[in-house]
């Protein structure tokens, strides 16, 4: 048996390959890589996350082990599994007599803790290495913040731009254009002779993944034939889709990234989340590789496109990280409005007679993907109108999306689109009514509701629900400046028409699983 004095542990969102810790081969040291039911399990995954993690996972131990390390690679169904991480961990410091553990810092609160807790019990020296994948550390944001009352994503978004010198004008200071921010130019509806781009396929086989995961009785959502795994799963992959982003995609991200339509699932956006979550990818290489095709074809290509593209990598995505770590454990118990109601069936279905919803989930449920409008302002703002309690909400995107680890997850639902945490992410809360949705859509046309409509048989439940919510949590959002105006129109109208609206609100809420 061979000889190891030290143990690294790589998770399943720790794909870097170019970390510092494999510049150097050290036939004393092994690392440990394990499918646990513990993770498959802490929450029901899509079907297709489970397996696309799996895959990315052996893919990447694959590789190291060509490189030369020595990896330990612990399969779902592998007789010595304990099917937790600190069990595995155990063991094999028990097997090989190890004398040194060592790990990178977990992007999630949940498994930090648990190997804090595990070091503190092993009995042998332990070091905690940084994933060296994000822009700024952990605490980053909250000291970026300190004394002040908010976050303002704008300025730490200003601030990383600065720091790392991206799109800047030869002063250092300057954005280029002499602006920081196109969002005014992002929101545009797509129009019916657009062409979109087909998304770049990467389907394979994965029937024996699915066998093991029933084999094992790993409880899973969502759907998947024969054809329905199209994700990539290696860096060379991933890279080959950041390719066909810049040429295919860029070229109308930003213009069109709010857009919705019934004709493409993946319209303009790159599908790069779940490769960066993972670590395949690298924030700034993504962002340098979009930028520098930008640079050489900017007669085709506007600077709102590229614009857009980078505030969603180096602004919001390294923002909400640290919010996640400046206000956790904490931020998983918010629930500003103490709202209570159950998330409807269809959520896991897609049987609704909502087109938008319709669509949406069950675009989720074959795709394990929708882009951030489609999670935003359908399936995220259904819920808050109807006052689902935000912990449901949590456990469905946790689970049905492909790209969906906590960090990421929780402070997009439970503070930007449920406004839970009463202000923390979000300004205010992100509330429409159906006229938002038709405008930034095609959904509406052949919906069997009415989008114009606020009370009678085929209204859309949008928009009752939507002053519903207004009207009974005034008590709380009535003096933010942001919807004052809201509250001026809902003050307006005549006692009869509130009563309309309300009382088609308390039947869409009574009757949420039939709508």
Known sequence: MAQYHTLRLILGDQLNHQHSWFRKKDPGTLYIMMETLSEANYVRHHIQKIIGF??????FAENRRQSGHSIHYITLDNTDNRQSISGNIRYLI?????????YQLPDEYRLDKELEALCESLGIPCQAYDTEHFL???????????GKKTYLQENFYRHTRKQHQIMMEPDGAT???????????????????????????????????????NTMQVETIGRLGPN????????EENLQLLDHFVRNQLKWFGAYQDAMTERSFLLFHSRLSFALNVKLLHPLEVVKTAIAYWQKHQDEIDIAQIEGFVRQIIGWREYMRGIYWAEMPEYAKMNFFGHKASLPGWYWTG???MACLKYAIEQSLNHAYAHHIQRLMLTGNFALLLGVHPDELDQWYLGIYMDAIEWV????????SQFADGGIVGTKPYASSANYIAKMSDYCGNCHYNHRDKYGDKACPFNSLYWDFYNRHADKLADNPRIGMMYRVWDRMDAGEKEKILLQAAAYKAGADEL
């Open 94 to 102: 028990s097997k090989f007599n190890i004398q040194r553990f060592e």
């Open 175 to 213: 954005p280029l254009a002499g602006r920081w921010n196109f969002d005014q130019e992002n929101r545009k509806k797509i129009p019916k002779n657009q062409n979109i781009p087909s998304p770049l396929s990467f389907q394979r086989d994965v029937s024996e993944l699915a066998r093991l995961l």
């Open 136 to 146: 700024t550390p952990r605490e980053g944001v909250a000291r970026f913040f300190e």
């Open 54 to 59: 799996f895959l990315a996972m052996r893919a």
């Open 351 to 353: 049987s609704t007679k």
């Open 228 to 235: 329905d795994f199209n994700w990539p799963v290696t860096r």
């Open 409 to 416: 997850e929780i402070t997009n639902t439970r503070g930007m």
